[in-house]
């Protein structure tokens, strides 16, 4: 028998959780480019995971609504997001000509990672979005540290940065 407007499959507790946890892990990765002054912070991530948590829940919903679930329109949802999180994530990618680098590609890796938790955690895959929090938190939290130990190493004297003004020390005697 088909659902009438207003059912759901899965309680409201469980929607609830769906999205208050979706919000809540795009919270905790949005303040790790918050505290470090990156251009999409704690509010941003949050919102794209509670959106893309809520499109998920949606189309999950609608999709197994019939006397079958119809798997093919909720991939297509997710293809929808993932298309539309490239444009926020371009957003926040500047080009700084002067020193000729890319500023930001890490937070718009972030802001394409939440919207994939987000759609996790609006399919219910707990273990799947929980394990994949982790593992982004880990990786720029803790490969952020190593990385900032990495390039320290390097800018001290043992490999020069490509951008460091060249040296102006004398030439040393039979070096020539």
């Known amino acids: 028998m088909p659902m009438t407007s207003g059912e759901f499959l899965i309680g409201p507790g469980e929607i609830l959780l769906r999205l208050v946890v979706a919000t809540l892990i795009g919270t905790a990765l949005g303040l790790n480019r918050e505290i470090h002054g990156k251009p999409a912070g704690m509010r941003t991530h949050a919102l794209v995971a509670l959106g893309a948590s809520l499109i998920t829940l949606v189309a999950v919903e609608l999709a197994t609504s ?3 679930m119809d798997g093919s329109s909720v991939l297509r949802v997710i293809q929808g997001v993932m298309a ?3 444009f926020l ?3 926040v990618i500047l080009r700084d000509d002067s020193h000729q ?4 590609l890490t ?3 972030s802001i394409w990672m939440v919207a994939c938790l987000g759609i996790a955690c609006g399919a219910g895959q707990w273990l799947t979005a929980l394990t994949a929090f982790a593992l982004t938190l880990g990786v720029l939290v803790i490969l952020g540290r190593i ?3 990495c390039v320290g190493w390097f800018t001290r004297g043992k490999i ?6 060249p040296r102006t020390d004398p030439p040393r005697p039979g070096l020539m």
């Open 147 to 149: 990385e900032k130990s």
């Open 107 to 109: 937070t718009a890796a």
């Open 101 to 104: 680098s890319v500023h930001g």
């Open 89 to 91: 994530g371009g957003g």
């Open 66 to 68: 019939g006397a079958r």
């Open 160 to 165: 020069p940065a490509a951008d460091a003004a």
């Open 84 to 86: 539309g999180i490239g």
